[in-house]
Each structure stands twice: as C-alpha cells, then as structure tokens.
C-alpha cells in the first residue's frame, strides 16, 4: 500500500517512480483564463464601435429630420408666395424646385445624381463596420442625414421616380439657393478634410503621413 501511494503521489516524493502522466490543472485554468480574457477584449473593444456607430445614425437621423420638416413646411407655406427676407436682402426664404446637384449644379443629370447619393449612403455603410473615430461619426452621419434628405426628394417629388426636384429655400445675396441637406453635406465634407489633414482615420488610427 505504501509503494502504490509513493507512486500515485507528486513526482517530487522521495522514491517515487515514473507514474501515469497527470493532467496539468493549472495550465488547464490559464487557458481558461486566457479564453475569457480574448471574449473580454473582443466585448471591450465592441462597445466602442458600437457606440460610435450609434452617434453616426443618431446624428443622420436628427439632420434628416430637420431638412424633412423644414421641406415639409416651406412647401406649405413659401411655395407659390414671395420671398420673406430674412436679414433684407442679404438672406432671404425663397422656395425653388431644384433638379439640380448641391446649389443648382447640373440639372441635366438628374438621374446621375440620384445614383451617386445612393452610392454615398451604401459607402458610408461599409465605413461604419470599422468605425472607431466620434469625429469621423459626426461627419459621415452628416453627410448620411443630407444625402437622404435630397435623395427622398429625388424619389417621391415630381416630376418622377429618380427624376424630383430637390426643394431649395435658402437663399443668400449673389450665392446659390440651397437646403439643409445641402447645408450637412457640406459640412460634413469639411469636416472630413479637416481629420485627414490631422492624420485620423475611420477606425481611430493616427498618421503622419
């Protein structure tokens, strides 16, 4: 009885012999550990894209609602009726149809704009699977919420499908008549300048280049 006991025990009893190997219990909890800590990370390193992604949909969401509602009233109310001046005639309230780009810009290629809004909001999209920037959040839900302001009125106002104008009603002196759509995207373009200048990327990288 005492030689089995000798044997069974840990090799570094004094006498014991070369026994059946036993498993490594603690190398077993290190890679436990090790485990949990990969899902750990994975889950930390999540939240962070998720929330960014959150400020990116949320800021698209608040600046097309606010071109829509504002399309929305000043067809009602402007439309057909003379300007309201806003600051004389400096900045005046002025409802056009525009069939147009961003400014009335090529109203021939109706159609072709539509397509490139609709390819812009499929990019932005993609983007957001590595989205790690708040800044780069801001600025493409910017231009998300402005491409789908314009792109509904493309889609539902005359005088067709993928043909509509686009209702512009701010209209400064000796400048374009624009929207609030319009107004997103151009500051959503200037904002993304401005952080490449800086050297950061989507997912949060710096670089010098």
Not at 7 to 31: F, L
Not at 169 to 176: T, V, Y
């Amino acid at each position: 009885m005492a030689e089995a006991e000798r044997i069974i025990g840990t090799p570094d009893t004094p006498g014991a012999g070369p026994g059946p190997e036993q498993p490594d219990a603690s190398g077993t909890d290190r890679a436990d550990g090790a485990g949990r800590a990969d899902t750990a990370s994975d889950a930390s390193a999540a939240r962070p894209r998720s929330r960014r992604i959150a400020v990116l949909f949320a800021v698209a969401a608040f600046a097309y609602a606010l071109d829509l509602a504002s399309k929305m009233l000043v067809v009602a109310k402007l439309e057909h009726h003379r300007p309201i001046e806003i600051v004389g005639d400096w900045l005046k309230f002025e409802a056009i149809r525009n069939a147009g780009a961003a400014f009335g810009f090529g109203e021939a290629f109706t159609v072709i704009f539509t397509v490139i809004a609709a390819a812009v909001i499929v990019v932005i999209a993609r983007l957001a699977r590595k989205l790690y920037s708040l800044p780069w959040a801001i600025a493409l839900g910017l231009l998300l919420g402005g491409a789908l302001g314009n792109l509904t009125d493309r889609i539902f106002r005359s005088p067709g499908v993928f043909e509509g104008a686009v209702v512009d009603f701010i209209a400064p002196k000796h400048f374009a008549v624009f929207n609030l759509a319009d107004s997103a995207i151009v500051c959503g373009g200037i904002l993304i300048v401005l952080l490449s200048f800086r050297g950061l990327d989507p997912d949060g990288t710096v670089h010098k280049d």
